[in-house]
């Protein structure tokens, strides 16, 4: 009897383990798996993660991706790879999450030093991976020189260095001719360059070298601090007496903080235009003590600010599920839309069929239109294969300044710039403000 019963339970276990194993494996098997790969314990890494998760609930929500005549639900990987301090974990990271937790994208990637060896690791695999944070145009460049090995690297997020500061340019160009008008300055404005000392910045350091003479401006200077300084006191003292009209800051790393705090400390009397990506953040007025204010940084966000239909339901969702500003990074949102899209055009999963629908990609985003250069006449430098093109009805970035504890859309402005920047009217955009110390250092004279 009691044999019997034991024969009865094993031939019940077997049958339920049957139905269990099968639903599992179909569970498994209708799902898109999305890794994300960045620095975690970090801004730009926090953001690459908000972004995606929030198309991510999206997507599913609404029913999935259409594949084959199933609905496919987006499984997201979160990587943290710590590549703002090391390019060997961020390598190391990389191959862990192809080899072990089998994506089929990847997204993410900030810090180009760590990139570079992401980048070569996802190609060996031939993955597809969605560059959301790199902006050196050398990363893209690879795509032309060996198209067979590295046509599965896209960019979403940012536009290359070389647009960077062009964007740069015509911001330092409306506050030159602001401060002009309304100062009554006469004579060559003093800008004193300061960036740290990273790859991605060289080539921009270089750029306003030789650009800034060319717009009517002399260069004071060029200053280098580290990525992760944590005093640049005599930087910017050193700075100060060179008596600039405006500091040209470039800073992607937690420096922006350190900078924007001993700034306001020493009240140096000049505009700050740049690039200074902590002061993207909603928590950089807390952080620099409202030291950072008037800081104008380029951005792709502002509360408010209505680049496409997308931007504003986008920053607001972002706000309100973590209480933060997106930064840049959380382009990965846009990444997560124009994969779905590309795969329910496809009809598969396959890299090699992917690659062509995504080099055809015209997708209205967050930040602008985003569409691809091609290989031919259009990718003459700075323009670069798989790089997103960049201008008015595109993506042309805003910039944001702090003004007494708002961050606020200040650029682009209508009425200045030209071939179609003067035209630009994103609804949302106030005027920028003169820094009072500069006013009052100058309004008198």
């Given amino acids: 009897m009691l044999k019997n019963r034991v024969l009865l339970m094993v031939i019940i276990s077997a049958l339920l383990l049957s139905l269990i194993i099968p639903a599992c494996t179909a569970t498994k098997a209708d799902v898109i798996k999305i ?24 997507i599913n929500a609404a029913g999935g991706v259409s594949l084959n005549g199933k ?26 999450l192809i080899t072990v937790d089998k994506p089929d994208f990847i997204m993410g990637g900030f810090r180009t030093e760590s990139v570079f060896p992401m980048q070569d690791v996802a190609m060996k695999y031939k993955k597809i991976f969605f560059n959301c944070g790199a902006a050196t145009r050398a990363l893209q460049a690879k795509v032309e020189t060996d198209y067979a090995k590295y046509k599965y690297f896209f960019k979403i997020t940012p536009y ?15 506050v030159a001719a602001k401060m ?20 991605w910045a060289d080539a921009m350091v ?28 005599a930087e910017l003292t050193a700075i100060a007496a060179t008596n600039p009209h405006i500091i040209f800051p470039t800073f992607s790393g937690p420096v922006g903080v350190t900078f924007g705090k001993q700034a306001g400390e020493l009240q140096i009397p000049a505009a700050i ?76 999963l396959d890299p090699d069929t992917l690659v062509p629908l995504f080099e055809k990609t015209e997708y209205l985003g967050t930040a602008g ?5 091609q290989a031919g006449p259009d990718t003459k430098a700075p323009a670069c294969v798989h790089d997103i093109q960049y201008g008015p009805g595109l993506v042309t970035g805003i910039g944001t300044q702090w003004q007494d504890g708002q961050l606020k859309g200040v ?8 071939g179609g920047w003067e035209n630009i009217d994103y609804p949302g955009i106030v005027p920028y403000v003169i820094p009072p110390a500069v006013v009052n250092k100058y309004k008198a004279k």
């Fill in 411 to 418: 650029w682009p402005a209508k009425g200045y710039g030209s």
């Fill in 160 to 174: 290359n260095e070389y647009y960077l500061v062009t964007s740069d340019y015509k911001m330092l160009n409306m």
């Fill in 71 to 96: 609905k496919y639900q987006i499984e997201l990987i979160k990587s943290d790879n710590n590549e703002i301090l090391s390019p060997t974990d961020a390598t190391a990271s990389m191959e862990r």
């Fill in 273 to 348: 235009v740049g690039i200074v990506v902590e002061a993207q953040k909603k928590g950089y007025w807390e952080a620099t003590g409202g030291k950072g204010n008037y800081i104008m940084t380029l951005n792709t966000y502002a509360k408010g600010v209505k680049i496409t239909d997308k931007t504003i339901p986008f920053f607001e969702g972002v706000e309100k599920a973590t209480g933060e500003y997106p930064a840049y990074t959380a382009a990965t949102y846009d990444a997560v839309y124009i994969i779905k899209e590309a795969v329910e055009k496809a009809q598969s």
């Fill in 180 to 199: 002009v008008k309304d100062l009554g300055l006469t004579g060559k404005l003093r800008v004193a360059i300061v960036a740290e000392k990273l790859t």
């Fill in 206 to 233: 270089t750029s306003a070298q030789d650009t800034l003479p060319k717009l009517g401006m002399e260069v004071t200077g060029v200053w280098r601090p580290s990525d992760t300084a944590t005093d640049v006191n």
């Fill in 369 to 373: 239109l985003i569409k691809y250069y």
């Fill in 35 to 58: 890794g994300v790969s960045g620095p975690m314990k970090f801004l730009e890494g926090q953001h690459h993660w908000i972004g995606a998760s929030l198309a991510r609930d999206e």
